[in-house]
């Protein structure tokens, strides 16, 4: 269950957030993909990152829109709107739309400060991203973008930032490769993980205090549109007490219904000395199903019991599946 409210004034709190400083907001699409969502995403921020052509065709109009595709093969963009294409390849570069902006995906590696999800050794002992180039080939996407704006995209990596500082960091990174090949980009995308940040006024002024005025600053905010916003709602199927701890399986699932959701136990605390740690659990037979294990009070969680779960992302709604005969989570926004 979602809050509609909850969520529109998030989006309003980040379209404030930045526009005071002259930055572009782009809603990760494949963060939260629901209609009403989307719909709020369009009417408030000023586009949307999509990731695939089936996501760029399933879009609501808006102003703007950034693609990229892993895949390599969403090219299709609507008239009528801006488009930028993430590139990492010559071959990329000449198959976007002629009227498109290009934007030249860098290495999220560039920085040397973080592991990288889905990364893969380079020989040296380090973690690489999977994802965009390093100075090397820049200099021939540069070329064959030649005529076109064009611009850099970066994600700062997987490591959740609690303020400006890896923004920051990121950013110069991508400038600094750029210089290499004396590019100077009409734009640079700074990606998503926004979520983590208290103050994001305070972290934009300061990124954009970072990066010469005369390049668009971008952002995918995703995560964050959901905060405080997110609920999931079940019951107790099964009560256990093991010889360590109790044990309560619950109809909802990590693997199938909440996955990239950090969620709590929403309840009361229990009297001072009267708690105890119950591990609650998934209904699936997947060994990782696990959903936290809180302190609750006697007579809390028995079966039959209702179970609250907050701090429920869009990316949970991504995900939403059926598995070994678990049926998909219904989504309510309301």
């Known amino acids: 269950m979602f809050d509609r409210a909850r969520i529109e004034a998030n989006l309003r709190s980040i379209a404030s957030?930045?526009?005071?400083?002259?930055?572009?907001?782009?809603?990760?699409?494949k963060s939260f993909p629901h209609a009403q969502v989307w719909g709020l995403a369009a009417e408030i921020l000023d586009g949307f990152d999509a990731a695939s052509s089936g996501e760029v065709a399933a879009l609501p109009p808006a102003r703007m829109l950034s693609i990229f595709d892993p895949s390599g093969r969403a090219s299709f963009a609507p008239s009528g709107q801006r488009v930028i294409i993430s590139c990492e390849t010559p071959e990329?570069?000449?198959?976007?739309?002629?009227?498109?902006?290009?934007?030249?995906?860098?290495?999220a590696s560039v920085t040397g400060r973080d592991p990288a999800v889905g990364a893969v050794l380079d020989g040296n002992g380090h973690r690489r991203s999977r994802f965009g180039i390093d100075a090397h080939p820049l200099r021939e996407l540069v070329r064959t973008a030649a005529g076109r704006p064009v611009g850099l995209h970066i994600h700062h990596g997987p490591i959740t930032?609690?303020?400006?500082d890896r923004f920051v960091v990121t950013a110069r990174a991508a400038l600094a490769v750029a210089a290499e090949v004396e590019l100077i980009p009409r734009f640079l995308n700074l990606g998503g993980a926004w979520h983590g940040?208290?103050?994001?006024?305070?972290?934009?002024?300061?990124?954009?205090?970072?990066?010469?005025?005369?390049?668009?600053?971008?952002?995918?905010?995703?995560?964050?549109?959901?905060?405080?916003?997110?609920?999931?709602c079940g019951r107790v199927v099964v009560a256990r007490e093991l010889a360590d701890r109790p044990l309560r399986v619950i109809d909802l699932s990590r693997?199938?219904?909440?996955?990239?959701?950090?969620?709590?136990?929403?309840?009361a605390a229990p009297h001072a000395g009267t708690g105890r740690r119950v591990l609650v659990v998934g209904p699936t037979c997947y060994e990782e199903d696990?959903?936290?294990?809180?302190?609750?009070?006697?007579?809390?969680?028995?079966?039959?019991d209702r179970i609250v779960l907050r701090h429920v992302s869009g990316y949970a709604v991504a995900w939403n599946t059926s598995f070994g005969g678990v049926p998909a989570a219904d989504v309510v926004i309301a």
């Open 92 to 107: 990329q570069v000449t198959a976007a739309p002629a009227s498109a902006e290009i934007a030249i995906r860098i290495t």
């Open 161 to 164: 930032a609690i303020n400006a």
């Open 197 to 232: 940040i208290a103050d994001l006024a305070a972290a934009l002024a300061e990124i954009r205090a970072a990066v010469p005025a005369s390049i668009e600053l971008i952002i995918e905010p995703g995560r964050r549109v959901t905060e405080e916003a997110g609920f999931a």
């Open 290 to 304: 696990v959903l936290g294990e809180w302190t609750a009070a006697p007579g809390q969680l028995g079966a039959g």
């Open 17 to 29: 957030a930045a526009r005071a400083h002259g930055i572009t907001t782009l809603f990760a699409a």
């Open 255 to 267: 693997i199938c219904h909440l996955r990239w959701s950090q969620v709590e136990l929403v309840g």
